[in-house]
């Protein structure tokens, strides 16, 4: 299973603490005694080696529905924030969505599918391989915001804070609160398998509270019951 860099969530240089969705995937498939392997990659190479059947699938993905030609979804493998991180609040004045931000520009990582709508709704993008990259953007005046998923650019923030005794606390805007899944390639031998065993093991570590326990490793609250989407038909 192919992942790329997203911490805390996908970790490529710490063995020990690999993300907790790496270690609820492998849990996962545990149950169902299949081992996986979970390589790092930048995003686009990932998600071209698993969707022409080189890998098994993605670690995690958002829902796209153009990928589903390609791809089989899991249920809900967690949630993720997505949002506008700014210099300051004045900046995100009067914005309550994305398309009230046709005025700014807009930081984005490249490939992501938040990329493709911003892109959709006319935005004045700036587009960057990394999270960290975005935030040199936005410190340097190049950008008047960024959009991105919440906790990796809190994961950068505070490790930029701590390597350069800095103390940047930027505003932030929430504006999306989804669910986000595993895909399993549908080129690969087996998928619905792959894809039937690890819906039964992501519902037998809610059941028993290592779905819980993951999460609190990495300071990370469970959703509540209501939250989580309901399971895919099988």
Request: net charge negative; proline share 5%; glycine share 6%.
């Amino acid at each position: 299973m192919m992942c790329n860099p997203f911490p805390p969530s996908k970790i490529a240089d710490r063995p020990v603490m690999p993300g907790y969705d790496v270690e609820i995937l492998r849990a996962a498939f545990a149950v169902s005694h299949i081992a996986v392997n979970t390589p790092f990659y930048p995003w686009k190479r990932a998600y071209l080696l698993a969707e022409r059947g080189d890998a098994d699938g993605l670690c995690s993905c958002s829902y796209v529905p153009e990928r589903e030609t390609a791809f089989l979804y899991s249920n809900e493998l967690g949630r993720e924030h997505i949002g506008l991180f700014a210099i300051n609040e004045a900046a995100l004045d009067g914005v309550k969505d994305l398309t009230d931000a046709k005025q700014l520009t807009i930081g984005v990582i490249s490939g992501y599918a938040l990329e493709s709508r911003a892109r959709g709704l006319g935005l004045d993008i700036i587009s960057a391989n990394s999270e960290r990259a975005l935030l040199g953007l936005l410190l340097s005046r190049r950008l008047d915001a960024i959009y991105n998923f919440k906790a990796p650019m809190d994961d950068v923030i505070r490790t930029y804070n701590q390597e350069y005794a800095q103390n940047v606390n930027l505003a932030y805007h929430d504006l999306i609160n989804s669910p986000y899944y595993s895909c399993i390639s549908r080129k690969t031998d087996n998928a619905g398998f792959l894809v039937e065993r690890l819906n039964h093991g992501i519902s037998v570590l809610r059941k028993n509270g290592v779905y819980d326990d993951i999460l609190e490793k990495y300071g990370i609250s469970a959703p509540g019951k209501d939250d989580i989407e309901p399971e895919r038909s099988k």
